[in-house]
């Protein structure tokens, strides 16, 4: 035990506002209050403490701080009070202080050897708020904490614990420690009349540091005294806090994994956990693009891997190669690089280490959820301080840290997809692997400085194509038909309207209204061309509208012969829009049974080898799909997957073609769908057209393949007027015969099979723009 005076009241601001003297009373109080209470063999010790401390003192209870030393007997009988008999004293931070001023004259030699320098007599370091407040002031929450308790009843909260930190002036380490003030042998004097007032109106005046403002106010310190003893516990509590500083940092993570004092606050906190200096930390996560590791030079980590790898050289493909190697087997990695096998190695990071004055360096992986999310680096630059023991101090916070280098993956996980959203479309899976790819190449550039960095074009060379149209047959037609059949309904009713206004309006306009009408009446029962079309909208917008419009207005009277009309117009449920709606309602169920169809042979392709397959609205619906070995380079491409996929075209052109038949009797406008299939034996190449957001064919020689898209359509059969493609029947257009050898093949197997007719054509087309020397067959669909 030790009893010089430690006085850390002098650093403080407020001190001088208490009026606090030491004195031995209140302990006497405390321990007259708890014999009265005790029933057991207590009391003979308790009645034997207080015989001695009155015997002592004689009625002088208080005393001066520098008199303290005279009273060591009872300073150490307070001691023995508080704590076990047996309790060995050089494992407790414990003081005895001046009431409510921390003015240290008793306390443990651990307590004084943390704060007091025996040679200078200075305090060695002070105790400093774990924020790092500016100002340092006495505690007025534990003040006015004890003067509401003591005096009125209250209870405040109980301030009685503090958090505060301590740094190694040699090692520069904060520890973090607990203060626990005892007030209990604390009494407090009112220095007149208590003042009368309810101390429940404080409720109304939270946060706390409103409350302490108006308690300042009206409960000035200078109207108390406070006498007694302080005992001050202090407790070592940087385990807890380093955990608790780094659930902080993954529940309030910053912008970006790369914010430097995101991984700083957590390494600072690992050298408090070790309380080491000269230990320093690295996160590194495993970033990975294609389920493939990528070097995180984007500073999305902080790591003496990668900080050594910027500095001596290019060690990308050798980082990867390690990383791979790693997580084949993630085990704990201890490197001494005194070493001779160290010093002997062609591994480019531990020569980087050796150079740098690196001696050890260790990897700790770090799972989660039973996956290894990245590695714990433990480095120094001193021989003989790193061991299995101080690596065993970090298991505590093994599992936070593994939270946080997933918050690291999962961020650049979003960075990569907003990349590939700005820049790109909605990526399909068979695909996205290479959209990934430039979406980190671009990230890369711009993390090297290319401002701003270029996007590269996405290509896939020597990819095989297949096309296909399933086409609602005269759709225009049947269109132009459902327009002319609502516009004669409507003229019809808005005739009906005008003649019943004109009974009872008077206006001449009405008699050229009425006239205008009957001639458009006529008009529509032909056909229109574009600028009667214009023309007519014109009229009906700008005359009849604004026209009704009008009389609805000026003219409530009218309300009832001319809302009639507005009710038949109506998009929705008016009649005359009955015959359009019909035709949208058979055209939507027809291309969502289209769809439904493809999406669900879609995804049993895609199990047998990836492909990228695009569909195109239009009547009807229209496809692309592109398949090849750079598609998915790492899975062997055979001819046979697109032999598979030629046959499942036939197929499903074969199920669309029956799916679309069984609907009549559910459409109210009686539609039926061509299927038209182009075949081209080659491969081409195709790259993504950003502005477009879709594929396009690369190359002047592949263009052939897209114009020959574009114009087969409506095709001809040679020398007629006969349309190739017909309802019930399925086209495949080709320009060989040795193309067309394999479809007709699976032809015959589908004949075998009962789902395609006995009425195979072969026929030669008319020449298109441009296109010569196509041919075609065609052959029937069994729709029953």
């Known amino acids: 035990m030790q ?22 009373k209140g302990f006497i109080d405390f321990l007259k209050d708890r014999r009265s209470h005790e029933k057991t063999m207590k009391v003979k010790y308790l009645e034997f403490l207080i015989n001695h401390f009155e015997h002592r003192l004689r009625g002088n209870y208080r005393i001066e701080v520098e008199q303290a030393a005279h009273y060591e007997d009872l300073l150490e009988l307070i001691y023995s009070t508080i704590f076990p008999a047996i309790e060995d004293e050089s494992n407790n931070f414990w003081a005895l202080s001046v009431p409510l001023k921390p003015i240290m004259f008793y306390g443990t030699d651990p307590f004084y050897e943390m704060l007091w320098d025996r040679d200078s007599g200075h305090i060695r370091a002070c105790m400093i708020d774990d924020k790092n407040m500016v100002r340092k002031k006495i505690n007025l929450d534990l003040v006015y904490s004890l003067i509401l308790k003591k005096l009125y009843n209250y209870d405040l909260y109980n301030p009685g614990s503090v958090i505060r930190s301590i740094r190694n002036e040699t090692s520069g380490i904060l520890n973090f420690y607990r203060l626990h003030i005892d007030t209990r042998f604390i009494e407090v004097f009112p220095k007149g009349p208590l003042p009368e007032w309810d101390p429940a109106i404080l409720q109304s005046h939270l946060p706390v540091p409103q409350v302490i403002e108006f308690l300042l106010k009206h409960l000035p310190l200078d109207l108390f005294r406070f006498e007694g003893i302080a005992a001050v516990t202090v407790t070592d509590i940087t385990r807890e806090h380093v955990v608790e500083t780094i659930k902080n940092v993954i529940l309030n993570p910053m912008n970006g994994c790369g914010e430097d004092s995101h991984y700083e606050e957590v390494i600072h906190s690992l050298k408090s956990l070790v309380g080491n200096s000269a230990v320093d930390f690295g996160l590194l996560p495993f970033l990975k693009i294609n389920d493939r590791p990528v070097f995180p030079d984007d500073g999305c980590s902080h790591s003496l891997l990668v900080e050594m790898s910027r500095k001596y050289g290019e060690v990308e493909k050798t980082y990867v190669d390690m990383v791979e190697k790693y997580l084949k087997d993630p ?11 160290a010093a002997d190695t062609d591994n480019v990071f531990l020569k980087a280490f050796r150079q740098s004055g690196v001696k050890i360096y260790a990897l700790v992986p770090v799972f989660y959820n039973n996956r290894v999310v990245g590695v714990l680096e433990v480095s120094t630059r001193e021989a003989g301080i790193l061991d299995q023991e101080l690596l065993s101090r970090l298991d505590i916070v093994l599992s936070l840290l593994a939270q946080l280098l997933q918050q690291s993956i999962e961020d650049f996980e979003t960075r990569i997809k907003a990349v590939v959203k700005e820049n790109f479309t909605s990526i399909q899976p068979s695909v996205e692997w290479k959209f990934n790819q430039a979406a980190w190449h671009f990230l890369k550039d711009h993390q090297d400085g290319e401002h701003p960095p270029a996007i590269e074009t996405i290509y896939f060379k020597n990819v095989y194509p297949l096309y296909g149209a399933v086409d609602i047959r005269n759709s225009t037609i049947e269109r132009n038909e459902a327009l002319r059949k609502d516009l004669q309904t409507q003229f019809e009713i808005l005739l009906n309207t005008l003649c019943s206004l004109q009974k009872v309006s008077r206006l001449e306009l009405l008699d050229e209204i009425i006239f205008q009408c009957r001639k458009w009446q006529l008009a529509v029962s032909g056909s229109l061309t574009t600028a009667e079309e214009m023309d007519l909208n014109s009229f009906m917008q700008d005359k009849v509208e604004l026209f009704f419009s009008h009389f609805k207005e000026t003219r409530p009277d009218t309300l009832e012969i001319i809302q009639p009309y507005f009710q038949a117009i109506d998009e929705q449920e008016g009649i005359a829009f009955k015959y359009r709606r019909e035709l949208e309602a058979s055209i939507k169920l027809i291309n969502k049974t289209i769809n439904r169809q493809l ?8 199990k047998t080898y990836p492909s990228y397959f695009e569909k195109f609205r239009t009547d009807g619906v229209e496809y692309d799909i592109y398949i090849g070995q750079t598609i998915a380079p790492d899975k062997p491409f055979d001819l046979i997957y697109l032999r598979n996929l030629r046959l499942w075209q036939l197929t499903s052109m074969a199920a669309i073609a029956q799916l679309t038949h069984s609907l009549l009797p559910q459409m109210p406008g009686k539609l039926s769908t061509t299927q038209l299939i182009f075949v081209h034996s080659n491969s081409i190449d195709i790259s993504f057209r950003k502005d477009e957001r879709r594929f396009d064919v690369e190359g002047g020689y592949n263009i052939r393949y897209q114009v020959v898209k574009k114009r087969i359509d409506k095709v001809h059969i040679k020398d007629s007027n006969e349309r190739l493609t017909q309802p019930g029947k399925i086209a495949v257009i080709y320009f060989n015969e040795k193309e067309a050898e394999e479809y007709l093949g699976y032809v015959k197997y589908l004949q075998e099979k009962g789902i395609l007719n006995d009425d195979l054509e072969e026929v030669d087309l008319e020449e298109l723009q441009g296109v010569s020397g196509l041919k075609a067959f065609r052959v029937g669909v069994k729709l029953s």
Do not use: R, Y
Not at 599 to 606: P, R, T, V
């Open 3 to 24: 009893h010089s005076i430690l006085n850390i009241a002098e650093h403080l601001e407020g001190v001088h506002l208490l009026d606090s003297h030491l004195s031995f």
């Open 331 to 341: 085990q704990p990695v201890f490197f001494d690089m005194s070493t001779e096998s």
């Open 599 to 606: 999406e669900a042979g879609k995804e049993d392709l895609q």
